[in-house]
């Protein structure tokens, strides 16, 4: 299991998130709490948006709590809308390119979770990725796989129902595949303009996700970022936020298989 | 282009051929002469065969020049049938899945070369690798997946006639890609006990490629490791060599696309 | 050699210089034209001024030609007054405390030179340090002890004084080690607001250095960036720049011993 | 605070303790149980003897639980007496000249503890090394100091003498350096031939280390490797082990500040 947090807001450092709380994205590479990983160790990631249409990345296979640059660069970017992503590897190497966010023109995605038994069904799911973006194909994760495949299935004009296409269908494959494990996705996703952040499970044991509603922005995490847990709301399972200029709306977010075959 | 280096014969220490010589493969990874780019430093691999099946690797994504590491190794390990490489990338990421050599079970490929326009053809060689093979990719490059295709056709009991078909699938798949780029194969592959050393080009400009008959010893390498020119014989194109227990011979190496179709 | 640039003058983007002219620093950190290293593969690093007293730092291992996150750093960071470094080793590791720019406080410095023998003179350089600088010794190199020694000297009140009795104190400490190895000092010095970019050597063979005057606007850089070198100026071997607010002025550079007896 | 293990006896690879047991040095590294920082994440490194006088060593940045290289190496190298160490820093960069073990000539070392409040005392160590072991000065870690001022105080002859004169010399400057932090050394120390253990305190809170007679060979480790405590031996705080040719020895390690005035 990872660890991330996404913000939509007022233009801010990105340290005010990633580096300063008590509990901030980097003191959780090292103790996360509500993780079965503690250590996050395997690569981090940070993606913005700023003043280019395409979002900003930086990504590093060291574990964030060593990394010099990771704190001068919280300091100095500063963003209204941005990602941060603490890696613990669930099978796939430590490479940048395997270390979330991953990018796609104006599109951030991030993921927490697991997609069945990856190794069985990667050839499955690959396929469901259209050529135009399978040239953006830079890694081997389960996640940048998912995340091409739901732009591929309309994402970029429908963010929400592609999601829920490519999830529906991917539940479909998990289900052939005779190894019974389950699709847990924890993800954030975004255009520049809207964050989406899911929080979804096939089998009722869906990875950990908050919300703290700050009234002109909105952050996303894991866990909370500070001891003040009245603030941090948890997202239910099987629902999404959507923030968008400083609005923000929970609803649910389920689907299935008969979806994909339309 | 690369640079590589192959040896078989008498268990030696890594370091006769890798760090020692004057234009030794450390030595090509700062100043190669007879390649396009002089400077081979997106990273680097070593592969060696000793008391187990499966051979050892060694691969990281700093310049050869500077990785102290690699003195070290080169040192200590010995190894009667070794490869070593220093990669100048061709544009996909500096990751050490995607430093050569490749290992899978017991054997080993390392690869100098061209394989068309990879980005138009990707999808369609990948499908050439059957699913037990494709759990071994690693990587994004096409030197990974060529080796895999071999495999998956039968490389395990027929390394050369499948080299031979996967390439001239490939050759048919580049034709009909619209993209007029050449298939240049200057490649090594092995089991641990008989070494491959394919030099092959589609289009005439096959990628350098010299051999030094020791007696009870073979070196193959990309360039000569000295300035003694008159031991280094080049390998023709559309040739490949096979050493093997101290006796090498030298065949033609030629296939033409109705191989594939067999 | 390393080679280097500096920028002072209107905010903007690094990309401006670090990435997109055609000889940009990336560009040089494979290609160097006018250093006896072409390449510069040592690591390398951004320093840069914005909102914060203390300068932003983003420093690497890896190659500047094949960092992913480095272009999309450079596209995102503005700045008035940055620096810009890749390195070529003359022995110590390759490390990020070892990468240039260096920085303490609000002082930012990078280097292109020689401090005489340096495994000779080591101790007795960084003798001059004192105690409180002594602490921001990060790493191992001899451009760091000596700009730690200038800040030392009195640097952060008269850094061109103190950078002139540090000098003369090092030519003393060379002259006296019995290795007879020049003193190459190409370097720039900054406090967010003045930029000081020297070009001296002990010897007569002074590090390149050129600088282009824009107007508003000034560029420092080991080789020009462009194949316009009507619009590149040498900066004479024995002066040095001060850039302040859009003013240029070149001034002679240099000192005597005796300074250092004072 | 870090975990470290040390073998002599047998020729054997170093995954027999590296990377097999159950509690492995690697599962240490992202599990650690007796330690007051569970992940040991700040790299790590391997030293070993074989048949050159000088050692091996392998050392690297990334976590040592998912370095890919590691378990290869861990497998093919083998060795009579070797050294392995997880990293937590205490302060200073990770960077490789900072991981553990350090060498130098013939000698290897490895140290798990705390310098008294390094910051305040660094250059009063330094200046305990003598010019000759200065050049081996790679790093910038309190570890590599006290082992080249151990060397320098006559450590290649004497080298149980030479710690303890060290040790309370430093004990001295930590006493009148006026910030009250103990002195912890938990340390290897080794020529090739003789393995010497220490487990040292300066305030009765020693780090743990145990060691285990296997008759043929001993092995020492910050904790042991696997469940089977009653093998594990713990070395009581102000002893050391001493280890050579298959014949063990305990001895009491104690010195006081008059040594250092000799």
Redesign the interface.
């Known amino acids: 299991m990872c660890r991330w947090i996404a913000y939509s807001g007022q233009t801010i450092a990105l340290e005010r998130y990633v580096a300063a709380p008590m509990h901030s994205l980097i003191a959780q590479s090292?103790g996360a709490l509500e993780s079965s990983d503690?250590?996050n160790?395997?690569g981090f990631g940070l993606g913005?948006y700023?003043?280019?249409e395409e979002p900003?990345?930086?990504?590093?296979?060291?574990?964030a709590?060593?990394d010099?640059?990771l704190r001068?660069?919280c300091?100095?970017?500063r963003s209204h809308l941005f990602f941060g992503h603490v890696r613990a590897?669930t099978g796939t190497?430590?490479?940048?390119?395997n270390c979330h966010p991953f990018a796609h023109g104006r599109w951030l995605f991030m993921h927490n979770g697991q997609i069945g038994d990856w190794?069985s069904i990667?050839?499955r799911v690959e396929a469901l990725i259209p050529?135009e973006y399978?040239?953006s194909?830079?890694?081997?994760t389960d996640s940048e796989a998912v995340f091409l495949a739901i732009l591929g299935s309309g994402g970029e004009r429908d963010p929400i129902g592609a999601t829920a296409r490519t999830l529906a269908t991917i539940a479909d494959i998990v289900r052939t595949s005779g190894v019974h494990e389950p699709v847990r996705f924890t993800a954030a996703l975004s255009d520049g303009r809207d964050l989406h952040a899911f929080r979804y499970a096939s089998d009722g044991t869906a990875n950990s996700l908050y919300y703290r509603d700050g009234g002109d922005h909105v952050v996303v995490a894991s866990e909370p970022l500070d001891q003040d847990h009245s603030y941090w709301k948890p997202v239910p399972a099987g629902h999404l936020i959507v923030a968008s200029k400083g609005k923000i709306s929970l609803r649910p977010f389920t689907f299935d298989s008969r979806i994909a075959a339309e």
């Open positions: 090292i503690s250590t160790g395997d913005w700023g003043e280019h900003g990345l930086y990504r590093e296979v060291r574990p709590w060593s010099e640059n001068h660069l300091r100095y970017i590897s190497a430590t490479t940048r390119p190794p990667r050839r050529d399978y040239r194909r830079y890694g081997t």
